[in-house]
């Protein structure tokens, strides 16, 4: 099944993620959106709140049935799905900050959080949660995030039409997850590079469940990873060994 074909529109829930996954669970097909109004308990990485104010946002997660190992690249491929469906919608480019942030300068725009089921060893369901702040003015916005988060609005100065922000992300969407399904993952890779915050051979600290790990950025390995190198060695970090990054 297509993304976006079949879709569960609900008022409210405490998390998509969480409504899709119980639907993932009792045999929910691939494909299937779940897209709330707002969220009450909205669900962001490494535990954090993701904050849902009521119909100023977009708020959904995806069933995915992926064939494929390497669901590291998943948050990446959302990730360009979500610029591409943002650019094709209102002509603006925005950077993807490694492996789950859409940015706009130095602001966060919107976010990707992938939560995987399995049976035994084997995955599944992946369900594919993409939070983006669209209609919100600065405040919308809790205190204590309004100085690092913005939205569509506030970027172009103009109201955006959710109708159509959504059909240009369902076709990016299916876009890129045939990439990987097909398994192109360098390709996906290479274009996540070209639209990442950070640069080649830029110095980076990442912050750790064993503390912080500073190097000089190489880029992103074909399985999703992050390369960092410090001195002359390198090593790969996946998004789940991340608790941040330094200027967070």
């Not at 089921?117 to 919100?136: K, T």
């Not at 469940?209 to 999703?224: A, C, H, N, S, W």
């Amino acid at each position: 099944m297509r993304i976006g074909v079949k879709i569960h529109r609900i008022k409210s829930c405490p998390s998509t993620n969480d409504a899709a996954k119980e639907l993932a669970m009792a045999g929910g097909k691939e494909g299937t959106v779940i897209i709330s109004e707002e969220q009450t308990r909205g669900k962001g990485t490494r535990g954090r709140s993701w904050y849902s104010a009521r119909k100023k946002g977009i708020y959904l997660s995806v069933i995915l049935h992926p064939s494929r190992p390497n669901i590291s690249l998943l948050p990446l491929m959302a990730g360009l799905a979500v610029n591409e469906a943002i650019f094709s919608t209102l002509d603006i480019r925005t950077k993807l900050k490694w492996p789950n942030d859409i940015i706009w300068g130095k602001e966060k725009l919107g976010g990707i959080l992938c939560e995987s089921g399995f049976l035994g060893n084997r995955i599944n369901f992946v369900i594919l949660g993409i939070g983006l702040n669209v209609d919100h003015g600065k405040d919308d916005f809790p205190d204590e995030i309004r100085h690092q988060a913005t939205s569509l609005t506030l970027i172009t100065k103009r109201k955006v039409s959710e109708d159509l922000l959504l059909q240009n992300l369902w076709r990016t969407l299916n876009f890129w997850y045939s990439l990987f399904r097909d398994g192109e993952g360098r390709a996906i890779v290479r274009v996540f590079q070209q639209n990442s915050v950070l640069s080649l051979e830029e110095e980076t600290t990442l912050i750790t469940e064993k503390g912080e790990r500073t190097g000089i950025y190489k880029g992103i390995d074909p399985q999703g990873g992050l390369i960092l190198e410090s001195q002359g060695e390198k090593r790969t970090f996946f998004s789940a060994e991340i608790k941040t990054t330094k200027d967070e």
